[in-house]
């Protein structure tokens, strides 16, 4: 069956160091997302891309990067991180057909101290 | 701007049937989704309007009003595993926008 897997589940970091978080779906879709959710703000998209070499800033992009070298692939990179990254994030993807839903990832839980 | 809004907090009875709304102003609008979550998991699919009218699936409908910018999850038979946080989000232009979630306590 397909799906999507993010690793790690759990990651603590210290301040000022980088850090990968892995996307990998089995879909076959070309639309990939980041999102993060904290309390009181719900679910703020990162990052997204619509296809290979193609990558997109949400509105909450400053101080993480992604790539997308491959169609089941996004990476997300937190350059310097920060406390106020300390968050769950999730990955999605999405055929982009308008009927379709997208398919999260089971999350990654980051913290920076 | 776009703008996505659900009430934060319902609380409702087992076996009652409650109704939760959600308002958007989004640049483009190409359909509306309603997910699930628990707490401590990934949200999961419940429903999808692009079209006015409503959309029936078990216990759970949901309806859209494209010119109002209106849609609301409507869930019946409530049972205590429908506590969780229900999340309205928009498709625009070219990518999909969520509010903030309304959390649904369940009474028993």
């Known amino acids: 069956d397909a799906e999507i897997t993010q690793s790690p589940r759990h990651k603590i970091t210290e301040t000022g160091r980088q850090v990968t978080l892995a996307c990998h779906q089995t879909w076959n879709h070309n639309n990939m997302f980041w999102y993060r959710q904290d309390l009181g703000h719900g679910l703020r998209l990162i990052h997204y891309?619509?296809?290979?070499?193609?990558?997109n800033k949400g509105e909450v992009s400053d101080g993480y990067s992604v790539s997308r070298s491959n169609t089941e692939d996004l990476p997300l990179t937190l350059e310097s991180a920060a406390s106020s990254q300390t968050s769950v994030y999730f990955c999605?993807?999405?055929?982009?057909?308008?009927?379709?839903?997208?398919?999260f990832g089971p999350g990654t839980r980051l913290t920076v101290l | 701007g776009q703008n996505i809004d659900q009430p934060t907090e319902m609380t409702a009875t087992e076996g009652a049937i409650v109704q939760i709304n959600c308002t958007y102003q989004t640049s483009g609008f190409n359909g509306l989704f309603w997910y699930q979550q628990h707490a401590g998991e990934a949200p999961t699919f419940l429903s999808y309007n692009v079209l006015d009218g409503l959309e029936e699936k078990g216990r759970f409908s949901s309806f859209l009003s494209r010119s109002k910018g209106y849609s609301y999850l409507l869930l019946k038979e409530l049972q205590m595993k429908d506590s969780a946080s229900y999340l309205c989000a928009v498709l625009g232009d070219d990518k999909i926008i969520f509010g903030k979630g309304t959390r649904l306590h369940i009474l028993p």
């Open positions: 891309s619509y296809g290979v070499q193609d990558t």
């Open positions: 999605a993807s999405w055929a982009g057909r308008s009927t379709d839903t997208q398919y």
